[in-house]
Every structure is written in C-alpha cells, then in structure tokens.
C-alpha cells in the first residue's frame, strides 16, 4: 500500500487508472508566486502523445489538462496543484480474458497476488503506461519553476533496436535535431534507421527497447542530500519508477568500471573564474552532490511487453499452462513517448532538490 | 541538509565521519523478538574488512561492533537499534592539503561549497567509504529479520578491471565459490586474474573498477509499493547511495534494451503447483513488484578515486590550476570489499519492503 | 509549503481552496477489498452540512461527491482513491476588502506574509473551513475500514457558549441522543439551551465556542507507536489541525493536573477475562498506547471569528489603524458541524495506526 | 513499530533505555557552521536533573553528555549530530516483579501487549521519563540554532497540586524568577506553597500534577506549514509525546471556548509599523502560522503514576486480582524536571518549521 507519492518538498502524489474515470495529480510544495497555466501543462503532454501509427498506440486520448487548484490569477499560491486529465477513449474488452491470464512482461501477475484480485485490472490499471501522463502533469510545474532558477532538463533517444546514435556535445544542437524526428533522437540519420526498425518490429507483432539520455543544466556545485538522499540515488529511485525502465547509469556508467582511476578521474580546472573538469565521466555527482558540470545519465528502456505474437503463459484459475495472444492498441516502441516522461522525473527530483536547499 | 535516514518501517538512519569518533547507524522498526548479537553483526562487518594488502588500504581498524540498545536478552525489543564502531587507526595529516586541493572523483569539491567550508573533510568526513560500514551494520540487523522469512541475498563480484566471470546458475555454488577467494567472484579463474589486475594497478599508482551481481531468493510474488515505491526503485536508490557506484541494471538490464519483446518478455508456466518464468529478464520485479523468481541485479563501481599518480586539480583558495599527489592508504580496488555492502544495502531494502506489507 | 499530507499508511494529501474550483482528497494506502460506495461518503458529508440557519452559514453547498479513483466494482483496489465536491455557492466579493485588512482571528494576516501576497485569499481560500469537507472524505473511508476492524468512532457536543452537557456514560444513549438535535449534544435540555445561545448571539452579530468530546471504542491494548509517534500526539495533532481547535486534552486532561497519583491512577483488575481499569483518568492512553479502554478525547473550539460586529483592524497598505465590518455567511457557532469532522479526523488517525501495525 | 523520529527538516531520532547502556539522540539536518560544545548541551541537561530530594528523585545519574558526531572544530559541520548519556546508577532488582504486575498510570500493560513480552521493562525501558534526556539534548542544539535566528523559548511552572501561580507578563521578570526556585514557578509565593504541596503527597507516599506554561518569542510571522503542518498541531504533537502530558492548550485554550467571537478576536493595530495584536488569545498562532505575537502554550502534566501507596493491578501470568507497591526511586512530581523538556520540544519543533521555510 501507500508508495503513491514521491519527494520531500516538492511532493507529488498521482491518482488514476488506466481505463478508470481519470488519471491526474496533486504537487504539494511548489512555492507561491509562479506563473503556471494549462497551456504550460498541456505543452508536455502533447510532447507525450503519439505521433506516429507506425510506432505508438491507436488509443486517442485528447489528454486536455484540467488545473482545478492551486494556481489563482495566474500564480501559483503556495497551495496544492491538482489537475487530472479524463480518460475516454477507453476499451476493457480484452482485459477480461488477461485477468487470469497474466499477460508476460507485465504487471498483471504480480499485482494480482499483490492485490488478492481486487485491483482494477483494465488497461493494466494502476500499472499502465498512462499513469505517466501524471509524471509529465508534475514535471511541467517542474520545469516551470526550474526555469527561474535558469535549470535546463533535456532528454532524448540514443538507441532504440540496437540502433545508437552517434554522440553530439553541443546541446543546442541536440535539442534542436531532437525535436526534429518522430523518434526524439539528435542524430537523424540513426533516427530514420530507428523508426524503420520499430515499423518492421510492429509489422512481426513484435516490439524493441532502446535507451533515452538526459541532462541537466545549470545546476551550481553542492545540490543534493549527503548519503541516502543523494542526487543520483533519487534520480535513479524516481526513473525506475517509470515503467519498463530496467536500468540507470551516471556519466561514464557501467562503463566507469572498466576505467582506470587515472582514465575516469575527470581533472579539475579553472575556467572563465569557474572550476570545470576536464572530462565529465562522473556525469556531474560525486558523493550525491552536483559538481557543477552537466548531470548525464541513461536510461535503459525494455520492449513494450504488449506484443501480438502469441506467447506462453498460464491459466491462474485452472493452474495450467496455456497460450495468450494480446489485443489491444499498444507501442511498439515506448521510447520516444518516455522521453518527456524521462524529462519531467528528472525535472520533478531537481525541483524537490533546490527546494530543500531552500532555494 | 538531512538525507541521512532510510526506509519507511525499517529505517536506518546513520552517523559518523571517517575520522570523527565513530561510525554508526541507529535502526527503527526492527520487530521485536528477534535473536541479535554482537556477534552476527561482527560476522558481517568481518567480511568488509581488507582482507589483502594488494587489494585493500593499509589502514586497520578493528571494527568491532558496539550494540547499545534495542536489544535485551539477546532479543530485539522493537525499540530502535544503535550500533557503533569506534575509529581508532586515524591519519589526518594528509587531509589538510586536500582541503584547497580538491581530490579529482571525490567529494571534496561540491561538499566544500554545500557547507560553506563546515564539513568535517578529513578521510573524506561523511562521503568516505567507512561510512559503509554503517550499511553493513543495518544490514546484518535486515539479514537476521530476512532470515526468519527465509529470504536470502548473496552478492559476488562478476567484473573488475573489464575481466568477466563466467555466469553460473546455481546459487549454492556461487555462494561457496564466491567465499573462496578475496575477490568474492565465483569464477576462481577469473578471480586470479581480477587480482593480479588489481595488484598491477596497485603498482602503477592507479585504481580499477568493476561490476558485483546480487540475488535476492526466497521472496514471495507481489512484494513492493506501487508506482513510486517499487521495488526497484528502492533498491537503485540505496544501491546509488553506496560510494563509488555509477549504474544499477535489474534482470536483462541494458541488454534488454537491444531485445525484441518476444525475446525480453518471461513466458509462465506451472511448475510443482506455482508459477514461474522460464526465462528472468525482468531480474524478478515486474511493475515494481516481485514475480516470485529471484531478483537479480548489477551495480557498477568506478574505479577508487584515491589513486598515488601526480593529477591535475585547482587550488580554491588561489583558483589556479595546480597539481596534486594523493597519500594516504587506499584501496586499489573498491569491489571485493563492496560486496557485503550490497548485500547489506539490498536486505535493508527488502527487510522495509517486506515489513510494509505487514509481514 | 508542503504539509497537505497526514499519515504514513493511511496517507491523506487534500488539495482545493474554499472558492477554488473544489475541495478533495487523495487517499493513499487504503487496503484492498473494501467495500465503498459514493453514498457512504456523502452520508458523512451531510452530516457537515448546515442544519439550522439558526446556527450555521447559509452558504448552500451540495457537496456531492465524486470518488474518481482507487474504486473498482464497488471496492477498493489498494490504489489511491481519489475524491472530490465541486465548489458551487460561491460569491467573493467581499474579500477584495480583506486582502489589505486582515480580519481578527482569521489567518489572513499571517497567510499573506507567508505566501507574499500570492494565495487565493477568496473565502479564506486554503484556511476556510470548507476544507474540512476533505478531512470528512477521508474519514468516511477511514470509517469503513475501522468497521471491518469493529472500531467505532464517536463525537459529540459537551459544551457551547459555557453551557455544558451533563455527563453520559452509556454510549448508546450517547449516540441515539447526540444524533436527536442540531447541537450534537446527547445532553438535550441542555443542547436547547446552548441553541438560543447561539441564536443569541448570531442576533447580536456575534459567535460562541465549544467543545466536542470524542470516544474511540473497541481498540485492543497496545495500538500506538512509542515516543515520536504515541497515538495521543498523533491525534492531537491531527484535530489541531481542524480550523478553530485550540485545546485538546485526554481522560482527565488538564483535571489530571490537579489530581494525586492514587486518584488519577487507573487501577487494573481482571473482568470477564479481560484486563480492564476501574476509572478511566487515562483516556484508553498509556505510554502513548491503547489500555484496550475507551480513548476519551475533548476539543476547544474558539468562537468562529467571522463576526457582524465592527472590529478594529490595520489597513496593510498604508499600515494605519482602520474598522472593519465582515459581511458573507457565516457559522455564529461551529462546534455542531464540527462533530463529524472530529470524528473523520480521529477515524483518520486510528486507521493509520492500525494499518501501521499490518492490521 | 518505528515512531522515535520527529521532525522534517531538523530530524530527531531518539535511542536508548532507562536501564540499557545509554540514553541518545541523532540530529539530522541542523546547518553546517554553528557554534556547538558539549558545555551548551550539559548546561540543558543540568537543568533537567533533580534538583531537591523533596521533590524529585534520588537516583543519580551523572548524565555527561558525549557529543559524538556532527561536529568538527566546535561547529556543526551539516552531518548528523549524535550525542548520549551514559546510564550508571541504574537498580533494575524491582522490576521483575511489575513485569507481569503493571503498575497502574504506567505503559507496562500496553508495551507488555504490543511488543509480546520482549520489550526491556527495566525501569519502563523505552516509556521511561529518562528518554526526557534525549529531547533535552535535541532541544539544546535547536535553541543554539534558535538563537541565531533571536528567537527565545521560555517554560515555567504555572500549577502544581491545583495551586497556581499568579500572571505575570514581563518575559525577563518570569526568566529571571522562574530561575531562582527548584519548582521553576515565576510566582515565588506560589512555588514555596507548590514545593510544601509536593513534600506532604511524598511523604503520603503519594505525588501531584501541574502545568507548564511556554513562551516562544521573536517568531515572525507566517511561520508554520497550512493545514496537516500547522505549526499547533506539531508542537501539540510534540508535547503530547513527552510521558505524563494529558492536554496541550494555546492561547485562551479550552477557555477561548467559553468567549464570544468578540471577546476572542485579537483586534489588530499598528504599533512602531509593526502590526500587532491587542490580545493575545491566539496565543500567537492564526491557521497554524505564526502571527508575529508570542506563541503562548499550557501542558498538562499527570501526577507521576510511581507512588509507594499500595494500589490494584492483576497478576498477568495467573489472570487474577492482586495488589502492587511500587519500590525504587521516583518524582513526587515531574512537574520541575518538566520544564527543560518542554522548552526542549518546543526549540525543536521551531527549528523544523524555520528550517522549512529555508530560513
């Protein structure tokens, strides 16, 4: 029970199911006096919407945001923000049959032992992919107050299929090109090979995975809580929140491992007044506090679960093994639709992490 | 500010700095009635301690455990727990250069700046590696309670200095091989070989990194908060909390990001009356939730930033670049002596998740 | 900010202004497989609606309820079960006049400073009493959950403006009393009286205070967590947190003070196979944990401060002495429609603490 | 379980027995940089220790706090503070008998219950006054922090054994005299009364109750968090943890429920281009925030439940009627030793919510 909230003054608690009446979220802590509207919101929840048949679901959700408290002439007043957007374009049929059927890959297993079989189980319910949407409510009041501390969150695809794109340093650049593609991928030419092998991918009833890289920017030295609530700890507990999330990495990562200490030591040096390091192989954290240089950090994203390949999987009432074929509108790639989801859980940790500073 | 507590029913908070008076930890929420001695907590804080001089620092503290409440009779009480290890093989004298000089992948910088010059930064103060010894003891304390649930978490080394152990499957034999060599890696040949990297590095002045793999057997499906209290996510977080870790991957991790979905997702079956997967990709948690298959995940550590080679750094009092010797005893391998912290930091992990569900 | 949430298991996060758009709840960590309807809830909420236009505003507010999530086929599913009303009888003009004049015993004053001016000052906007109807939501599902566990939660009124009720001890009679007149009052010669009372002091365009007293039925021995988290504070808490309480106090209370140990000491004896105490000085509190006695509680209520009559205040402005006339509807006493919001808050508590223990 | 950790910004998690090894506290989140010495904690202890045989009683207990993490060169460094006191004169021989015979006013029957007979019942273990220590010593380091920030909290005797001290409302007239008598009473003529009232219930092997009054001055306004973090209800919550508190009022209290709204009103004026209250009824709390008046607040103590008078209990082991005369060494009244740890739990609950505000 519980575990529906996230943050320690920057608090966010999101409500809702899949096929239940809405999905929605209530921010308890963004500071008074912040411009906030519904356009604002409903900018990133565009961002999240499909954008393309050959790779995202046929559900069509307007996804039109209501900010029915905390915000009075335009400000934010200190008070709870609560908004939700309606769910309507909804179909439970299928669902019955994935009851005791687990669907392989997903929650419907788990959460039904979890539950004693009594937790709403349509569109996966509280496990779904569109519990998201309140991640990108929360992170648009984020990014809105990260702004006037002048952070910058920027989030996009580096590999999808296996495909990896080639890496670019210059940040304009990559949010410019990735703002370009279907795929939200800096380099355009991997992007058309992706979007290419998620199209073969749906046409096999199959899905694929990839991987979103994130910076932040603009972070001075010294943010985050010693410890237990170090940077990367809570930017790595809040993207393993995100479903289908299987793995986090810092900088050099997994990587770093495989380094020297004299290879990924990143050098200190003076710069403009400023000290910058050479290299940034710690991804901007070292012992949970920011360094001043840019956070990096990837995300390893799994292949949509929801396939229409017939799979094996077992008879929960009859305990026998038996086979599924799943219906329903799904993506065969979640990768580009995570990556504002990927944005505003980054943004939602670096907001409660200047507030606790008091900033 | 704060950050120094974990965990909603077994909440460990820690105390203590590298050369301060002591290291400890104070656990809240352990059941009474539970049989708990100085010695399984010496057990365990034994394991941590260097166990070779090409490995590990030179420096020797004994390490033994004070348990000074929560404890009568040899029970748990279910009043908070507080255990301390003294310091007593302390050098400071080193430490006073580092202040201005910041050490390149340590701490000292963004820690300098968060407490204005406050922080306690001799051995690193409260982002040193001794600090650990706090999350072995709170994990001994979780061992015990798992224990008495039948749950059981084995950490070994799979990776240091990019040298690979093969993977075995059965875990009575990775716990025994793992047992029998200082690097806690269950590949005896490839533990040879870890070493003598190690011992190489050691000599050149440098330090290397490496990856430790952990299982967590015995949980029953459905253990974990929803949404933002997966289980997962608890467990990167305390994972990332650990000094030195860069990544935590769950199951396939990153490499299901290059899977198909028919490839990644775990078929069921019925096996002696209970469901199982015939695969475990998804490392045991589907949703944030166990499956009931044994969690599996991967920590990466970088390289021990403590390294004797002449590096490049800044002097903050003057802001010029200048240069920097690291003295002191280190270790030039973090890895083996990670060992037991993962595991202690995942029992601490499953032993709160487990008592939020009334168990 | 922050600080709209109460509760670690039953965790209750409100959200909405008095002339917002709504007022809400989300509740988080309700078990799974409770039966729980609309009608339960707004079965609560009429109980807090204006009975007598003698006592209480005649702001007409339906207050039909919508429970938006965490409800599956008329049961709980372990997800966060949101629930809102719609603010409609809503007429704000008055309060342009008390932005810069802050009304005595109102929060205006300290509100404006704390939100520079920036929150929804509207009706009290966030300190209104209306946002109690969020705490009787979250009582009503706090009561149904208690029912399975055959806790019941009991208020009523035992003083208004000086009159106090005689003292009951059978608590049907208690109940069936209380329920019989607009007072709450199981008292009825005396309710009569403390209705004119109230009339008149609404004629005079003044208020009168009170004090309700609450019982907790069917606890068994040892509920409460120790020291931080004693059941009596964390109920004092919460009813503080009601608008208008200034005092709370248990079994003797404050009489207790004036007490010796041999007459405020409960002597045990055994009685039907139970451990039961003679008197009950106590309040079913000991060490912060139930005796397995009725928990006796009462609650000062202040005179609601929204007054008719001329009161002197300060122009924040021009910072200069002024009068100020409050116009709007308001309650010339509180203390009836606050019985069932006690009861929803104290409901609240015992649920957590229940929950807390993995009942 | 869990529960001895208050506190969101300035934590305090409490450790130890009345007849365990130890005694101690863990601070985590005061600010790096301020002055901090063992002295200024004794100095708060010394207070709390019994200051006449009369009254209070006669074990010894050197209580010489250790200050043991935290700080580095006489100034908190950021990192938790952990301190303790030793236990030394400790007679455990009498308790064996209340272990299956509660003592009546005591937490023995409940702890018995809630933690199945392992909790340390040594001298009512972890429900023992002596946890005061731990609350004074956490309520040192706040005041030290409070004093920064020129805010001042000041408790005093106002009735013991149904005597009250007359009103004063000069803050350094009731520091200074309030200084100068064992009972902490500002009324000199009250408290010699108070103290003969204490030595005839000792001498009747009887004890007496009282109330504690507190200041807390120089809060400016808007201090507090709205609704579930009023700044009343935390320090109500606070204050009902301390053993043998049995109500908490502020400002009028339970008398501001016999006043009209007009009485009870604090009418505002502009005093220096201050705003100020005429009256201070709020006691210096409007909607929970501060209102830049004194936070005036009263605490009901209970006679010390230990009297040497022989009282009814059962025999828990045979299920039957018994007698108990409870031996050791106890307060005749708590009522003076109360008045450090009141102030104590006040600092600390002011320092959370000024920390909060970022301040």
């Known amino acids: 029970m519980s575990g529906n909230s996230i943050g320690k003054r920057f608090v966010v608690t999101c409500f809702g199911e899949s096929h239940g009446r809405c999905v929605g979220v209530v921010i308890d802590g963004c500071p008074a006096g912040i411009g906030l509207s519904e356009e604002t919101v409903q900018r990133e929840l565009d961002r999240?919407?499909?954008q393309s048949e050959q790779i995202s679901t046929t559900r069509r959700e307007e996804d039109k945001v209501q900010l029915l408290s905390g915000v009075f002439q335009g400000r934010t007043t200190g008070a709870p923000i609560m908004m939700l957007v309606w769910n309507r374009d909804v179909d439970s049929s299928p669902y019955e049959e994935y009851r005791w059927k687990p669907r392989p890959g997903h929650a419907d297993y788990p959460a039904l032992i979890r539950y004693e079989g009594n937790n709403d189980y349509r569109g996966g319910g509280r496990f779904s992919g569109r519990l998201t949407a309140?991640?990108?409510?929360?992170?648009?009041?984020?990014?809105?107050?990260?702004?006037?501390?002048?952070?910058?969150?920027?989030?996009?695809?580096?590999?999808?299929?296996?495909?990896?794109?080639?890496?670019?340093?210059?940040?304009?650049?990559?949010?410019?090109?990735?703002?370009?593609?279907?795929?939200?991928?800096?380099?355009?030419?991997?992007?058309?090979?992706?979007?290419?092998?998620?199209?073969?991918?749906?046409?096999?009833?199959?899905?694929?995975?990839?991987?979103?890289?994130?910076?932040?920017?603009?972070?001075?030295?010294?943010?985050?809580?010693?410890?237990?609530?170090?940077?990367?700890?809570?930017?790595?507990?809040?993207?393993?929140?995100?479903?289908?999330?299987?793995?986090?990495e810092f900088g050099a990562g997994f990587g770093a491992a495989r380094l020297k200490g004299s290879e990924?030591?990143?050098?200190?040096?003076?710069?403009?007044?400023?000290?910058?390091?050479?290299?940034?192989?710690?991804?901007?954290?070292?012992?949970?506090?920011?360094?001043?240089?840019?956070?990096?950090?990837?995300?390893?994203?799994?292949?949509?679960?929801?396939?229409?390949?017939?799979?094996?999987?077992?008879?929960?009432?009859?305990?026998?093994?038996?086979?599924?074929?799943?219906?329903g509108r799904h993506d065969a790639c979640i990768v580009p639709r995570a990556v504002p989801v990927v944005e505003a859980a980054v943004a939602v940790v670096l907001a409660d992490h200047l507030l606790r500073l008091g900033l």
């Open 134 to 248: 309140a991640i990108v409510m929360a992170g648009a009041v984020a990014k809105t107050y990260l702004q006037s501390k002048h952070v910058e969150v920027l989030a996009y695809t580096v590999e999808v299929a296996g495909i990896r794109a080639k890496t670019l340093s210059n940040t304009s650049e990559i949010r410019e090109k990735a703002a370009g593609n279907v795929m939200h991928c800096p380099d355009e030419e991997a992007a058309k090979r992706m979007e290419k092998a998620v199209a073969a991918a749906r046409r096999e009833g199959d899905s694929v995975g990839g991987v979103v890289e994130c910076l932040a920017l603009g972070l001075s030295p010294g943010v985050g809580d010693p410890l237990f609530d170090s940077l990367d700890a809570d930017l790595a507990k809040m993207l393993l929140d995100i479903p289908a999330v299987k793995g986090v």
């Open 48 to 50: 999240r919407r499909p």
């Open 264 to 327: 990924n030591n990143d050098a200190y040096r003076v710069q403009d007044g400023r000290v910058v390091t050479e290299t940034n192989n710690a991804g901007g954290i070292l012992g949970g506090l920011t360094n001043g240089m840019p956070i990096i950090m990837r995300v390893a994203f799994k292949p949509t679960p929801s396939i229409s390949k017939r799979q094996r999987t077992v008879d929960l009432k009859e305990m026998v093994d038996t086979d599924l074929e799943i219906r």
